[in-house]
């Protein structure tokens, strides 16, 4: 298969990934890879184990894997399992060394890294309202220990959408 770039949309909670990722999807008429851990998380009955971390992390790649064919010149993916490393790190104090090992070899062209400057919005499955800042600060982190090509992506409305079309068109005129 040809090569596809990978354009992954990041931030902490309640920053519009998903919806975020479908307008990108829709606007180059390709497809988006779902963030899997959200329909894990919807089924749990307990709370999120070391195990249903290492979980998501498989089911996150396998998702990405069966929907890369049918992209489109590109592929949009609604998170990364780097939200597993963050999550793990967050409430076990370390992440699966799966996870770790993996996290070099399977690299993103762009990420779009979606700023906290929108109001938060109370979802079941979120849980850090008063950590937004230091999650961002994360993500700034890791993004940086991976030294990966990312745009942090602010602004509401149309104006956030053009600006990640924006880093996501200068992306491609690079190539």
Same mark, same amino acid.
Request: glycine letters at 4%; hydrophobic letters at 40%; proline letters at 6%.
């Given at each position: 298969?040809?090569? +596809?770039?990978?354009?992954?949309?990041?931030?902490?909670? *309640?920053?519009?990934? $998903?919806?975020?990722?479908?307008?990108?999807?829709? #606007?180059?008429? !390709? +497809?988006?890879?779902?963030?899997?851990? &959200?329909?894990?998380?919807?089924?749990?009955?307990?709370?999120?184990?070391?195990?249903?971390?290492?979980?998501?992390? #498989?089911?996150?790649?396998?998702?990405?894997?069966?929907?890369?064919?049918?992209?489109?010149?590109?592929?949009?993916?609604? !998170?990364?399992?780097?939200?597993?490393?963050?999550? *793990?790190?967050?409430?076990?104090?370390?992440?699966?060394?799966?996870?770790?090992?993996?996290?070099?070899? #399977?690299?993103? /062209?762009?990420?779009?890294?979606?700023? +906290? /400057?929108?109001?938060?919005?109370? /979802?079941?499955? &979120?849980?850090?309202?008063?950590?937004?800042? #230091?999650?961002?600060?994360?993500?700034?982190?890791?993004?940086?220990?991976?030294?990966?090509?990312?745009?942090?992506? $602010?602004?509401?409305?149309? /104006?956030?959408?053009? *600006?990640?079309?924006?880093?996501?068109?200068?992306?491609?005129?690079?190539?």
């Amino acid at each position: 298969m040809k090569n +596809i770039p990978k354009i992954a949309v990041v931030g902490p909670e *309640s920053t519009g990934k $998903s919806t975020m990722s479908d307008y990108l999807a829709a #606007h180059y008429h !390709t +497809i988006a890879v779902p963030e899997f851990a &959200r329909g894990y998380c919807e089924k749990l009955t307990e709370p999120c184990t070391w195990q249903d971390e290492i979980n998501m992390f #498989h089911g996150q790649l396998a998702l990405e894997a069966e929907l890369l064919p049918r992209a489109n010149k590109l592929l949009i993916c609604d !998170t990364t399992f780097i939200t597993v490393k963050i999550w *793990s790190d967050q409430m076990f104090g370390k992440a699966p060394q799966e996870v770790l090992d993996e996290l070099p070899k #399977h690299p993103y /062209d762009l990420y779009l890294l979606l700023n +906290i /400057d929108l109001p938060w919005q109370d /979802d079941p499955l &979120r849980n850090f309202p008063d950590l937004r800042e #230091h999650f961002m600060n994360v993500w700034l982190q890791e993004l940086d220990n991976l030294q990966a090509r990312y745009v942090v992506i $602010s602004g509401t409305g149309q /104006d956030r959408y053009d *600006s990640a079309v924006k880093a996501i068109d200068d992306f491609l005129a690079a190539l």
